[in-house]
């Protein structure tokens, strides 16, 4: 299954990328995650996308397109794989058809996961992840089960995105709304399209999407 999470940043789509990952055996790949690890890296691409990662502005298609590219080609996306965070211009969406038409592949589901803007400060800034395992939670809404400790893997260490704040959430969704919510239009344009209430509680979000897949 090869599946794309569209929305705006703090929708939910990594929340959901996990749950899609333990359920069905698919790799989440989330350009946000690569290009951070990157940039930790201290890769070219890294330094390339550093500055413009922290002001919330786009990194270049050339990049996205590159990495995204090489990464399908690995073993364990054999079994299918959920792109997060990608595409998210038009270009880019085009250069994903190219590329897995290319690679004798096909999408089965664009899933856009509704979020209202109001909620997204509170998203993404009550986001954090386990530093070692890299599962999601958040301060209110989703807190491990002991205080302090990642349910998944036990670690004690979790991080803060540096771009996870008010202000620059909103350059962020300026570039949601000006490049990549067009992509909405395009998947629709080709009856690919399916929309979930991203307002919902997160496992009725899950149940959602699911219902989605059963019918692709
Ligand atoms: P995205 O990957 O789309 O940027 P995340 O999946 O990281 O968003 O979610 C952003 C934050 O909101 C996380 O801290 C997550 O725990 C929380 N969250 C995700 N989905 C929901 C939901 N349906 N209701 C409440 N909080 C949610
Ligand atoms: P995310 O983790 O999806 O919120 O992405 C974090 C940041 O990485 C974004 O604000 C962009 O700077 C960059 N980024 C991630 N994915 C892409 C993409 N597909 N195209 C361009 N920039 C991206």
């Known amino acids: 299954m090869r599946l794309i999470l569209l929305g705006p940043p ?19 790949l989330s350009t946000g995650d690569m290009l951070r690890a990157a940039v930790a890296a201290q890769t070219e691409i890294g330094k390339r996308a550093k500055a413009v990662m922290d002001a919330g502005q786009l990194v270049s298609d050339e990049i996205v397109n590159q990495i995204v590219s090489e990464r399908v080609d690995s073993d364990d996306c054999r079994r299918g794989f959920i792109l997060d965070g990608f595409p998210r211009t038009l270009a880019q969406a085009d250069a994903t058809e190219t590329m897995l038409a290319q690679k004798g592949m096909s999408l089965d589901a664009v899933i856009e996961i509704k979020v209202d803007d109001d909620v997204l400060v509170d998203r993404v800034s009550g986001r954090y992840t386990c530093a070692n395992c890299g599962a999601g939670y958040h301060d209110t809404n989703m807190k491990p089960s002991v205080d302090g400790v990642c349910d998944k893997c036990g670690s004690a260490e979790f991080k803060r995105r540096p771009d996870d704040n008010a202000e620059t959430l909103r350059t962020r969704l300026q570039a949601y709304y000006k490049e990549t919510s067009p992509l909405i239009g395009f998947y629709y344009a080709k009856g690919m399209l399916s929309s979930v209430d991203g307002m919902a509680d997160i496992d009725d979000v899950t149940a959602e999407i699911e219902v989605v897949l059963a019918a692709v």
Not at 11 to 27: D, N, P, S, W
């Open 10 to 28: 703090g929708a939910g789509k990594g929340t959901q990328a996990q749950r899609l990952v333990e359920k069905h055996g698919i790799v989440q």
